[in-house]
């Protein structure tokens, strides 16, 4: 019964890791870039879109110049918390995730 007490918190504990916003198993085989850049998109693709959108959206994109042109099109809208600078990472997690 003792080792009962402590493996259930453990097991909350672990299972809340995995729940974290910023686990994904779709990401786990994606380069460290991919998934260390891969919260921060999820949050400013989420601002506008379900995530479920956004990935059906790169199922439509042929290649990574698309990928980057709709990046870019949403960084351009009024009200977007995309910057500048994360365009590139967030084209190259989308691409990642188009491709695999």
């Not at 402590?6 to 085989?29: G, I, Q, R």
């Amino acid at each position: 019964m003792g080792i009962l007490k402590w493996m259930l918190p453990l097991c909350l504990v672990l299972a809340a890791c995995k729940a974290s916003s910023n686990y994904d198993p779709d990401f786990e085989p994606a380069p460290e870039q991919v998934k260390a850049d891969w919260p921060m998109t999820k949050q400013r693709c989420s601002q506008c879109h379900t995530l479920d959108r956004v990935f059906l959206q790169m199922e439509l994109q042929n290649d990574k110049g698309d990928v980057e042109w709709m990046v870019e099109d949403m960084a351009s809208r009024r009200g977007s918390k995309i910057k500048s600078d994360e365009v590139p990472r967030i084209v190259n997690v989308l691409d990642w995730h188009r491709t695999r």
